[in-house]
């Protein structure tokens, strides 16, 4: 009952905190024979490593993943492959602060986990939040990595789309652009507004939100099962389960409650290979819980960094009012780095379903019926 693990097949178990020694994972039930080596992992932990620009945290971590087990190397081909064991995961940490948190090691920071940490354990990290800490993230990221290696023709991306509450211009959409600005913001127009626009949130010591979206092509249809097995809620609860994370929505979303029944209704006709061609993808790709093989579509919201230079009234553990006001290093908009994140969680549903899927009914779906 210790709630550190997601999956079913594809297992993930993640373990540290933020000022311990390393932080870790095991990632159990890759199928074998996939082609893995540190390198495929740590070119996703680059893109979520901290200290990147002045919009993030300038905590140092280098987060060199070391893969401890569940690889061995093909005599024949001199390939390194998973083996079909657990793989084990090691990052350590390497910049750590543990001194400024002293001031707060009694007080609770409105809006982050030290109340309710204590509250149910009767103990808490204090130094950068312990196991709440966003730090944790990085495990979730490198079995990402393996994931999306998993499913044959996945490709799971995601964006920055919102920040505060400036959002993109969607006709401006450009995937390249994503990797071209410190935001993973696909508009390069709105990207340049938030650098001037998340300077002034840093410099008065505050903090600020942001939405990210995720999509994933290449998802083959028939995953997911009805009723408590669907493709979508699990894909909730994972992005839920990220640090900060307020709000999950797929597809249309709310919106969807804009529209009517006929605007909503994603209309089939056959396409050229036979197979349904939709004219549109307000189900986010995913229609009673199953996947139609369509791209995935979803968003998630990301609150404001609790811990901020502006003072904020709270209470201690003692029972006393107190002020607030943390010192540390802190990402102005946490949202930022959240999109290697959201797509590293989707990731690994994705190639959790496909191997329950899998595992069920076999490779293909019996579609289309015979007569």
């Known amino acids: 009952m210790s709630h550190n693990s997601f999956g079913h097949l594809f297992r993930v178990t993640t373990f540290g905190e933020s000022h ?5 994972c095991v990632v159990d039930g890759c199928p074998p024979r996939i082609p893995l080596t540190e390198a495929d992992i740590q070119r996703d932990l680059d ?3 901290p200290g990147q620009s002045r919009y993030t945290t300038q905590r140092q971590e280098p987060d060199q993943v070391r893969i401890l ?13 998973t083996t079909g064991t657990p793989i084990g995961l090691l990052i350590e940490n390497v910049d750590q602060r543990s001194k400024d948190y002293g001031d707060i090691k009694n007080k609770y920071r409105p809006g982050h986990a030290d109340y309710t940490y204590d509250v149910k354990y009767g103990i808490r990290d204090y130094r950068g939040g312990g196991r709440a800490s966003a730090r944790e993230t990085a495990m979730r990221v490198a079995a990402g990595a393996i994931a999306r290696k998993i ?3 996945l490709v799971v991306r995601g964006a920055l789309v919102q920040m505060g509450p400036h959002k993109i211009d969607r006709s401006r959409w450009d995937w390249e652009e994503v990797g071209r600005n410190p935001f993973f913001c696909p508009d390069a127009e709105a990207a340049a507004f938030f650098a001037d626009y998340l300077d002034g949130i840093r410099k008065k010591g505050s903090s600020i939100g942001a939405v990210i979206e995720i999509v ?6 028939g995953l997911g099962a009805p009723v408590y097995g669907k493709l979508d809620s699990d894909l909730a609860a994972a992005l839920m389960s990220i640090n900060a994370v307020k709000g999950v929505e797929i597809g249309a979303g ?5 529209l009517t029944g006929e605007e909503n209704a994603d209309e089939m006709r056959l396409g050229n290979d036979g197979k349904p061609l939709f004219l549109s993808n307000h189900a986010g790709g995913i229609v009673g819980g199953i996947s139609t093989g369509q791209a995935v579509i979803a968003r998630f919201a990301v609150k404001p960094t609790s811990s901020i230079l502006q003072p904020r009234l709270s209470v201690d553990r003692f029972g006393g009012e107190t002020e607030v006001m943390t010192r540390g290093r802190h990402d102005p908009c946490v949202g930022i780095r959240a999109v290697p994140v959201g797509e590293a969680m989707v990731a690994c549903v994705i190639a959790d379903h496909y191997l329950r899927h899998r595992g069920q009914v076999g490779e293909t779906t019996p579609w289309p019926m015979q007569d």
């Not at 087990?69 to 492959?81: H, I, N």
């Not at 994933?216 to 249809?221: I, L, T």
Request: no cysteine; charged share 25%; hydrophobic share 35%.
């Open 69 to 81: 087990s569940g690889v061995f190397t093909d005599e024949k081909t001199g390939v390194q492959m």
């Open 254 to 258: 709310f919106e969807a409650a804009a």
């Open 216 to 221: 994933a092509e290449g998802v083959p249809p």
């Open 151 to 153: 499913v044959p023709g």
């Open 47 to 49: 893109r979520r490593r």
């Open 20 to 24: 311990g020694p390393a932080i870790g």
